[in-house]
């Protein structure tokens, strides 16, 4: 007899093209009638909650008098839940984001009882490599999704195993038709016997036991009442099998019993069997960019900004930061990350993300301002702290502003050493911007806000005063126009149509015509860029650009504007017509002492229905491209060796090499390469003759959510066909990348490192006498600088230092990058009796030899560690 576990559930988008306010009044209904049916109904023994507690939270908003009705059921193993907070998107989600959604999905189910311990994920557009090493962190050894397998990654079947580089592995049962199969089952015996056929031609061709899922539930479905009548039906029509109520656990404990089963490594992005959308990364670049810069806030600069203020006497604020993470987490469904809803709900999205950095920037200069405010400093003269978040000390550039009444001013450290800065612009700043109650007394004294820009080196993981003390000479300034660019790593020169010419004098290498603009037609939906058939792309080689270069003793600034003539919609462009314009301006950043070169493009968009590209040649005919994933590297081929079967194989999308990174993506050979560092965004293409190009999406402009037989994507539409006005993106974006070229291999140079140090920049608090918020004085006292932790051996990549949830410890999660297996080593500059390897959830695992406050772990690559100590 073959075994067909029926297992009710629901699948919640809270958002997609309805608003989430609109599905928690359906959620209210739905869950009535679910509660009602366990609780009546002994023979109905499970229902999964879709394995998220945010489903829980928006209930418990509107019917908070039912959480012992659910807690019951929890308990009873009868109502499943967990292990999410919400069902996260893999691909433009950073991996400390999956982590704290698993982290803070868990902590919700443990009021109620034991979670379910699966990794379900049943819609997510494509499974990134390294999800069962963050499963495992978490104990759960199990997998569920849909979209992204084919035959070629090494079986057939629907049942494998999953490993990582570094040998983490999950049990996957995978849905092959999707989680909706078992969606409103007809009682009429013909169409439920026509339908149910379909997919057990399917199912038993995958199946490795004879045990196979009818998963009954779909979008926003209400529980199926008469399930019993159809089971009974089912019985009579398939009497060679067995049909029963189940649960997903049920079926993994049977297939633990084959010991046979294959192993399958790497992400699974192939468009075979179901879409996963490979140009949906760059669908409402605004909100996407938004996720990107507010992840790298949290990580880099909150969380060890937190956790030093924590170490020197203030409260870890748990309480502020798990909410800025759940509001944020709630955009990272694959849907509203994806942003393939409708514009009212990525206006709700937006505004979420909105609110989230507030939040995050508000902390940030809550926790900069106790740390200063509590110096005890003898004097109480003005004062500029910098902070440096990275764990090893930084010679670096830094540009800020001070805020004083002063004509002219030194900067003076506590070993009463003057630091030589220069004054970039000065403004008249109103007193009452800063605190109304100066203007309140009749002092209407203004003060000047003053750019300065100087080189020093900041302690590790901690920061370094200064006093802004009265001087009676005036500052001089070396900036002046240039004609090029000159660092000690390059020459950079500016052609007439606003491209770069770069000469790297390490590896005496000359790359030329550096961010072209490439802009074509895009026939697409918000799920998928789609060209015109036969276009001539327009390139921005022709424009006449607008270049000002200043240079002084510490590097350049590079500014470029021009506008790109562009149709206005897609009519006009099939029609030749130009008549429109993307306005661009550029601008750069370049420090004299370091390869990296910092690039920010503010975009005023007037057209409709294109996409427009960053080119970067790199003269490198590389097979294949190197970029990151959640804590690791992974490497792909410049061109998908499916292109040549997709349309003989009926796929259901072209696979293009349109990919995800999340912070670089970079060519190479094993002399030199160039990587694309990034804080907006997460999409890139290798294009050119010889697929030397890297091609960074700026943004795809589109105004339809859903649409049908595109040229790349045949068939039926994608969600549904509704416009969607403001996905056109017309108006300003502002997108952040940084370009460098260096020695060795993308992986050898450990371009993720210079990634990290990028997304960190050092940060400043200037205290002054005056501020509208006022705050009494604090019992701790700080020093003047600090240390709080020091890598001792270089070479992995800070994820990020944190306080402990539940205990009164530090968390320091590090990964390796590269493709060899490095030491990681780091002391603290506070006593540790005792450090612990720890899991993701950071429960401990085995200690960790400590000697002088030092203590070091081996990692593999693409392995990702965690220490509590």
């Not at 020091?790 to 949830?805: C, D, F, I, N, Y």
């Amino acid at each position: 007899m073959k075994n067909v576990h029926i297992v009710p559930h629901m699948h919640w988008d809270r958002e997609w093209y309805f608003s989430t306010e609109e599905s928690r009044i359906l959620l209210v209904n739905n869950m009535e009638e679910i509660l009602e049916m366990l609780e009546t109904n002994p023979e109905y023994p499970h229902y999964v909650l879709d394995g998220q507690t945010a489903i829980l939270e928006d209930y418990f908003a509107i019917k908070p008098e039912n959480k012992e009705r659910v807690k019951t059921l929890v308990q009873e193993g009868r109502l499943i839940i967990g292990p999410w907070y919400t069902q996260t998107d893999e691909m433009v989600v950073g991996g400390e984001s999956i982590v704290r959604n698993l982290l803070y999905g868990l902590k919700d189910c443990e009021e109620f009882g034991s979670p379910m311990k699966i990794g379900y994920l049943p819609d997510s557009f494509g499974q990134s490599s390294q999800m069962p090493q963050i499963l495992n962190g978490f104990d759960i050894k199990y997998s569920i999704f849909w979209r992204g397998t084919s035959e070629r990654h090494g079986t057939d079947k629907t049942e494998f195993y999953w490993e990582t580089d570094e040998g983490s592995k999950v049990l996957v049962q995978l849905f092959p038709l999707g989680y909706a199969i078992g969606k409103y089952l007809p009682e009429d015996e013909e169409k439920l016997q026509e339908r149910i056929n379909k997919y057990f031609a399917v199912l038993d061709r995958g199946a490795t036991t004879e045990n196979i899922i009818l998963p009954n539930g779909h979008d926003q479905m209400p529980i199926q009442k008469n399930i019993f009548t159809i089971m009974e039906k089912l019985r009579k029509l398939y009497p060679d099998r067995e049909f029963f109520l189940s649960r997903y656990e049920n079926i993994f404990a049977e297939l633990e019993k084959n010991l046979d089963l294959p192993t399958l490594k790497g992400e699974f992005l192939d468009g075979k069997y179901s879409r996963v959308h490979r140009s949906i990364y760059s669908t409402r670049m605004d909100i996407k960019a938004a996720n990107a810069r507010i992840e790298n806030k949290i990580t880099n600069i909150l969380e060890p900004l937190a956790t030093l203020a924590y170490s020197l006497g203030f409260e870890y604020y748990h309480g502020l930061i798990e909410p800025i993470w759940k509001e944020i987490m709630k955009n990272h469904a694959h849907d509203s990350i994806g942003c393939c809803c409708s514009d009212k709900v990525h206006q709700e999205i937006f505004n979420r993300f909105f609110l989230a950095e507030e939040k995050v920037d508000q902390l940030i200069h809550f926790y900069k301002r106790r740390i200063v405010d509590s110096m005890a400093a003898e004097n109480q003269q003005d004062r500029l702290s910098a902070f440096n978040l990275l764990p090893y000390e930084r010679e670096d550039v830094m540009t800020t502003t001070v805020i004083s009444k002063l004509s002219s001013f030194k900067l003076v450290d506590e070993n009463h050493a003057e630091v030589e800065y220069e004054i970039l612009i000065q403004e008249i700043m109103d007193p009452g911007l800063i605190d109304r109650q100066i203007v309140h007394y009749g002092n209407y004294d203004p003060f000047i806000k003053y750019t300065v820009q100087f080189k020093d080196r900041i302690p590790a993981m901690g920061y370094k005063t200064y006093f802004v003390t009265e001087s009676d000479t005036e500052v001089k300034n070396s900036e002046s126009a240039a004609d090029q660019v000159d660092t000690d790593f390059y020459q950079i020169t500016v052609n007439p149509n606003g491209t770069l010419n770069i000469f790297d004098k390490k590896l005496n290498k000359r790359f030329s015509n550096v961010l072209m603009l490439e802009d074509g037609g895009d026939d697409g939906d918000e799920y998928d860029f789609s060209p015109l058939p036969d276009e001539e792309l327009i390139y921005s080689d022709k424009t006449k650009a607008d270049v000002d270069i200043k240079q002084n003793q510490f590097g350049a600034d590079i500014a470029i504007q021009y506008s790109l003539a562009v149709p206005e919609n897609l009519n006009q462009r099939k029609n030749q017509l130009v008549n429109s314009s993307v306005d661009v301006q550029i601008t750069m950043k370049v420090a004299k002492h370091k390869p990296t070169i910092e690039v920010t493009f503010e975009i005023d968009n007037h057209a409709k229905d294109h996409r427009l590209r960053a080119l970067i040649p790199t003269g490198i005919a590389s097979s294949i491209s190197v970029s990151d994933n959640q804590f690791g590297s992974i490497k792909r081929g410049v061109v998908d060796e499916a292109m040549n079967i997709w349309e003989m194989e009926d796929w259901d999308e072209r696979p293009d090499s349109i990919y995800p990174m999340l912070s670089y993506a970079g060519l190479s050979d094993e002399e030199h390469g160039v990587s694309v560092m990034t804080n907006s965004s997460r999409e890139f293409e290798i294009v050119g003759e010889q697929h030397d190009t890297i091609a960074v999406t700026l943004f795809r402009s589109v105004g339809v959510l859903g649409k049908e037989n595109m040229l790349r994507r045949p068939g039926r539409p994608s969600g549904i066909k509704l416009p969607t006005p403001d996905s056109q993106l017309l108006g300003k974006i502002s997108l952040d990348f940084a370009l460098v070229i260096h020695p060795d291999s993308t992986l050898k140079a450990n371009v993720a490192r210079m990634a990290k140090e990028y997304l960190t920049p050092i940060h400043f608090y200037n205290k002054i006498p005056f501020n509208a918020m006022k705050l009494n004085d604090s019992e701790v006292k700080t020093p003047l600088s600090y240390s709080f932790l020091t890598e001792v051996q270089p070479g992995a990549v800070l994820s990020t230092l944190k306080k402990a949830e539940k205990e009164d410890r530090y968390v320091l999660r590090f990964y390796n990058a590269t493709d060899e297996e490095l030491t990681s080593s780091f002391e603290a500059q506070h006593s540790v009796e005792e450090a612990q390897l720890a899991h993701l959830n950071e429960q401990p695992l085995e200690p960790l030899n400590v000697q002088d406050s030092t203590f070091e772990t081996a990692v593999k690559p693409n392995q990702v560690k965690t220490i509590l100590f």
